[in-house]
């Protein structure tokens, strides 16, 4: 074989090798994955609420205290199952009474991605606590965000 056709079997094969390999990265894109690290948790003590954060994001908390509100972005974690990640279609709040509805139009906590989002009444804010007047999160639910 001489060196032209050397060369153009070698950009064949690198062009065969190019497709498979981009077909394989755009099969891995839609299986893309992202890590959330939670910032806190929701803690319930005596009928108070609180969200109590890693003491390395207290900084992050700098003049919260002057807002009335703040956004929760917390972890539907008791529902992190296989199962509950593949329901869609649910009757809201779960009553069998309200007509089936898909996830995505419902505050439902089963969900492909178990984000749960609540804006609540800031009471206090205190070193790395901050006192809310109610959240809808079980003691310990894991907090992922604070937003204004």
Known sequence: MNVRALCVLSILISAAGCAHLEQERQESAMEEAFTVYPIGTVQKEEGKTYIVLKEQYEPGLMRLDQFSHVTVVYWFHLNDTPEKRAVLQVHP????????????????????????????????????????????????????????
């Open 93 to 148: 709040q779960g009553n069998k009474a309200n007509p089936m509805r898909g996830v995505f139009a419902t505050h439902s906590p089963v969900r492909p991605n178990l984000i749960a989002i609540s804006r609540c009444k800031i009471l206090s804010v205190k070193d790395n606590v901050i006192e809310i007047d109610n959240i809808d999160a079980f003691d310990d639910t894991p907090v992922i965000d604070l937003k204004n």
